[in-house]
């Protein structure tokens, strides 16, 4: 099998295994963060409005579910890039200064 074959294959696992974690529990924001990039990339890659939908729904609830600042700035920064990508420059700003507030330590 060629190497494409074999991303290819480890992307459906890995996809296969974000959807289980988030039947098991909607709400883990860290889950919901990486399926809001997977459909952010999605939606870029094909123009899908509603999968660049899906990635803010799924950020804006990893933000809002977050107990973790780190995971909070993630968040945001996926929200943020859905809105730059919607030339929604205004939130896109008030996203990014908000990234900036977090007080970012690493974590242990």
């Not at 494409?4 to 909607?26: I, K, M, V, W």
């Not at 990508?85 to 200064?97: F, M």
């Amino acid at each position: 099998m060629s190497s494409t074959g074999d991303a290819t294959s480890a992307l459906r696992e890995a996809l296969h295994l974000f959807r289980a974690a988030f039947e098991a529990n909607p709400n883990h924001a860290r889950v919901v963060n990486y399926l809001s990039d997977h459909f952010f990339l999605r939606a870029v890659a094909t123009g899908d409005q509603q999968a660049l939908e899906k990635a803010e729904t799924l950020a804006t609830r990893g933000y809002s579910n977050a107990d973790q600042e780190s995971v909070r700035a993630e968040s945001l920064y996926y929200l943020a890039r859905c809105y730059h990508n919607q030339r929604d420059y205004e939130t896109y700003a008030i996203a990014r200064s908000l990234v900036g507030s977090l007080s970012l330590s690493p974590s242990c």
